[in-house]
């Protein structure tokens, strides 16, 4: 099995994620390839990338002519390793964010349990179902070991197979990033990548191994860069272009049943996961 580590980054980010990029080269697992996508220019900011010696001498640097926002931590990634020859039956990226400083067994735990069950499946660090409750979508995070999610959460890691991802899955993220009316869907690549897994039927589970893979072990570690909660991260409002997740992700919804494209369930307040809301 090969793991691929994947993620994306902005111009006036790139310089302080060393921390980040020291978490993934000292993995006690090696990874089998480390790639940055990043457009030639930032969208966002409209700022071209000074690349730091420490990112071009610890990544494979994957410079790409469309920015998908978030999602390029992933949708340039498919394309890469398919040119590259990779293995799609034997090829797993792992997917993640660039101000996290991630555990050390991460890839070597998640190598375990593919060596165990070569199901294809999606396994997150994290994860949360949509609940309305009091006329609102609220979220409702599941954090132990094989919870089923609806949401698999980017920033504690997202651990997908190569062979999930079908001919229908880049035009599908083109409709979705591309256009004013999609600017919320083009933030939110969490919702967008799980509604194309449940669109397909692969399960999405937690992974939780207390003191080598789990969500707790980056909060106790205090793994969350200081950078992670500045205003330019997406859960803040990515510097005023949106709302925070939790505004965001019912108008994201509500574009996908607009375009009858809307595969994630939304549960009722009768649910036991009532109870885990945040």
Not at 34 to 60: A, C, M, Q, W
Not at 136 to 164: F, M, T, W
Not at 223 to 238: K, M, R
Request: with cysteine.
């Amino acid at each position: 099995m090969k793991f691929v580590v994947s993620f994306t980054t902005s111009p006036s980010r790139i310089s302080k994620i060393k921390p980040m990029i020291d978490s993934i080269i000292t993995q006690t697992k090696p990874v089998d390839l480390f790639l940055l996508n990043i457009p030639h220019v930032f969208p966002r900011t409209g700022e071209k990338y000074i690349i730091p010696d420490f990112v071009s001498k610890s990544v494979t640097i994957n410079v790409v002519e469309k920015d998908y926002g978030p999602a390029t931590k992933l949708v340039p990634t498919i394309k890469y390793l398919i040119d590259n020859d990779y293995d799609k039956d034997d090829t797993y990226i792992v997917y993640l964010d660039d101000d996290i400083e991630y555990r050390p067994d991460m890839i070597n735990v998640l190598n375990f349990l593919f060596m165990l069950n070569k199901t294809p499946r999606v396994l997150c660090g994290g994860g949360f179902h949509f609940v309305m409750h009091e006329n609102k979508i609220r979220l409702a995070g599941q954090r132990k070991h094989n919870d089923d999610v609806s949401i698999v959460e980017g920033y504690a890691s997202v651990c997908v197979p190569l062979s999930i991802f079908e001919e229908d899955f880049l035009p599908y993220i083109e409709k979705y990033t591309s256009g004013k009316e999609m600017k919320q869907c083009l933030l939110s690549d969490d919702v967008i990548f799980s509604n194309y897994y449940s669109k397909h039927n692969i399960p999405m589970n937690v992974v939780s191994y207390p003191g080598k893979h789990s969500i707790q072990d980056l909060w106790s570690n205090k793994s969350i860069l200081e950078y992670g909660n500045q205003t330019d991260a997406l859960h803040c409002g990515a510097s005023g272009l949106s709302g925070t997740n939790i505004d965001r992700y019912p108008i994201v919804l509500d574009i996908l049943k607009k375009h009858k494209d809307l595969h994630i369930k939304v549960y009722s307040t009768n649910n036991q996961l009532q109870q885990q809301f945040y």
